[in-house]
């Protein structure tokens, strides 16, 4: 970059920092390096003109009141463990991280929790917990997700096979809009229906309507013990089935399925003795306190009618142990490579049809692709396996990838359950939702960000602003 530019850019981060006055402000390329990408590594990130760190609502509104009188780009990012790239820096833009955001609030009359959105996803359960509550929602990455990366993508996870997802437990929030408004969306109440729901209209899109500075969030009293069930079987169409009969008669608090390709990572790694031989291993938890066990039977009752190879209840410890196999799923694949990370969905009696052709998509492409899933609610996780160091196995990679998304769209299914369009993700969008949704979905954007400057090129292409 000739010395032009960088006098244009000096002269930007001197009226920015004057802009922003306390606010924290870096703008040395070694600073910025790890906020340009989330997890999803996108090779196309820009480098920012400089990424800024608020503390408060104040703080990003003044940051918003500047990129618009300066038609500059900003990118909202919570702890950079997305997985679509929704969190990529743009050329010359803002990346405002929430990381330093992080008050809570516990409410214990009204089961409440009021929170900034840097908090981890993990520290605001270990609030909760310490006054005898709980936050559901549980993304297998909990422990290092961001609060308000969660509602930006409405993240699901574990348990909410039984207990929903993250737009489930948001009854309020506090937004800041591209022109640095700040507006209240719903509130501390259970039951509020006046006028349009803005509030789900902003849990779940990305960053692009606004930046999330608050979010108050429902609790639950502290749940039950749950039990845990474990099945190998000798064939994923018949994990499938069983999956399929379980959640069709009762509504397990958990229902995961690894592939054998998953299950050998997660044994490489732990060395709990896993079963390597079996095509699929499906882990099940009921927290129904019913004394007679109806749906802890059921669920074995299912497994044997599905020709498992071995069914049987895991003493509380090495049911733990198995939760957290399937939490490890993901980074121990990503030890055989690079990954491009799928998190598509299918209606339930879909799921064998999903799997069998996700496998012979990886046969017909030549690449390894893990298959780990929220199975209780179609939302699955095929994990394809890169080796961007081969041209010719990335580009078949990346061909798999779209086959992938494709076909959850022939089966009915979505392109992503829970981590977002992002960037990745969206040539595929308007096979998913067609182009008249598409459009309603463009005037919405442009109503809210008519310069186009939050989050471009994730979910709309980069010029979705003024009509």
Same mark, same amino acid.
């Given at each position: 970059m000739g010395s032009g530019a960088e006098h244009g850019e000096s002269e930007l981060h001197g009226a920015l920092r004057a802009a922003l006055g306390d606010v924290t402000v870096l703008a040395e390329p070694a600073a910025m390096e790890p906020y340009r990408r989330d997890r999803a590594l996108d090779p196309d990130a820009g480098v920012p003109l400089a990424v800024v760190l608020p503390e408060s609502t104040a703080?990003?509104?003044?940051?918003?009141?500047?990129?618009?009188?300066?038609?500059?780009?900003?990118?909202?990012?919570?702890?950079g463990t997305g997985l679509s790239g929704g969190a990529t820096a743009v050329e010359g833009g803002i990346v405002l991280g929430t990381e330093r955001m992080r008050a809570i609030r516990i409410d214990v009359d009204t089961r409440m929790a009021v929170v900034q959105p840097g908090l981890l996803n993990a520290e605001v359960k270990a609030a909760a917990a310490a006054h005898g509550l709980w936050y559901p929602p549980d993304p297998a990455s909990f422990e290092i997700c961001s609060i308000g990366g969660n509602a930006a993508t409405n993240a699901g996870g574990l348990c909410c096979v039984k207990y929903g997802v993250t737009a489930d437990y948001v009854l309020g929030a506090e937004v800041v809009l591209a022109d640095g408004r700040a507006v209240a969306l719903g509130g501390p109440r259970l039951k509020d229906v006046a006028g349009l729901s803005m509030l789900a209209l902003f849990v779940g899109?990305?960053?692009?309507? @606004? =930046?999330?500075?608050?979010?108050?969030? *429902?609790?639950?009293?502290?749940?039950p013990p749950a039990r845990t069930v474990v099945a190998w079987f000798g064939s994923t169409e018949r994990a499938a089935g069983a999956v399929v009969a379980i959640a069709s008669r009762v509504r397990p608090s958990m229902l995961e399925y690894m592939d054998r390709l998953s299950v050998n990572a997660v044994e490489d790694v732990l060395g709990m003795g896993l079963r390597r031989d079996a095509a699929a291993l499906v882990v099940a938890r009921s927290d129904d306190q019913h004394p007679d066990g109806a749906e802890i039977a059921a669920m074995l009752?299912?497994?044997?009618?599905h020709g498992a190879l071995e069914a049987?209840?895991?003493?509380?410890?090495?049911?733990?142990?198995?939760?957290q196999a399937r939490r490890m799923a993901i980074p121990a694949v990503e030890r055989l490579g690079p990954l491009l990370m799928e998190d598509v969905g299918v209606p339930l009696p879909m799921l064998a049809?999903?799997?069998? @052709? =996700?496998?012979?998509?990886?046969?017909? *492409?030549?690449?390894?692709?893990?298959?780990?899933?929220?199975?209780?609610?179609?939302?699955?996780?095929?994990?394809i396996v890169d080796d961007p160091?081969?041209?010719?196995?990335?580009?078949?990679a990346r061909l798999a990838y779209g086959e992938v998304m494709e076909l959850a769209i022939r089966l009915g299914?979505?392109?992503?359950?829970?981590?977002?369009?992002?960037?990745?993700?969206?040539p595929w969008l308007v096979d998913q939702i067609g182009e008249d949704l598409l459009g309603i979905s463009r005037r919405v954007k442009r109503a809210l960000d008519p310069d186009g400057i939050l989050n471009p090129g994730v979910i709309f292409e980069a010029d979705d602003g003024p009509a």
């Open positions: 703080d990003v509104q003044a940051v918003m009141r500047w990129a618009s009188a300066h038609g500059v780009p900003v990118t909202p990012r919570g702890s899109s990305e960053g692009t309507l @606004g =930046v999330i500075t608050e979010l108050t969030l *429902r609790l639950l009293p502290a749940p009752r299912a497994f044997a009618d049987f209840e895991a003493e509380p410890a090495a049911g733990e142990r198995f939760a049809d999903l799997i069998t @052709g =996700v496998e012979a998509i990886a046969a017909a *492409r030549g690449v390894a692709i893990a298959f780990i899933a929220h199975a209780g609610d179609g939302n699955t996780h095929p994990l160091g081969d041209p010719g196995h990335a580009a078949r299914g979505t392109i992503t359950g829970e981590h977002g369009v992002g960037r990745l993700k969206r």
